[in-house]
């Protein structure tokens, strides 16, 4: 199973973008599927998760901007970032998760400018 992460780019303060993760297989009606990202200089760092139960977790940085979602039909994850700050400028990547194993996809650059 591969995973592909792509919809980044450069947005002002405040703005929105949706990225997006597209799997090669039909994987995302299990498991628990997430973002991390990672800052220039900075460690890895969990954004977002949510399992096929529904249940979600966001980092306490982003709670209440961005929202998680998967398309099962569509094979696709989603990450909608809303009120976008420079702080959020980092590569974002996507994982799969279920038991043991762990899938992660390339990373899409996400800037937001001040």
């Known amino acids: 199973v591969q995973l592909q992460a792509f919809g980044g780019g450069l947005v002002h303060t405040g703005g929105s973008l949706r990225l997006a993760c597209a799997a090669s297989g039909n994987i995302f009606s299990r498991g628990v599927v997430g973002w991390y990202r990672q800052a220039p200089g900075k460690s890895r760092e969990g954004v977002a998760t949510?399992?096929?139960?529904?249940?979600?977790n966001y980092a306490g940085s982003v709670k209440g901007r961005f929202t998680i979602s998967r398309d099962v039909d569509k094979n696709t994850m989603y990450l909608q970032m809303d009120s976008l700050k420079p702080e959020d400028t980092a590569v974002y990547y996507c994982?799969?998760?279920?038991?043991?194993?762990?899938?992660w996809g390339q990373g899409t650059l996400v800037t937001v400018s001040s």
């Open positions: 994982y799969w998760r279920v038991g043991a194993q762990q899938t």
């Open positions: 949510t399992t096929s139960d529904g249940v979600t």
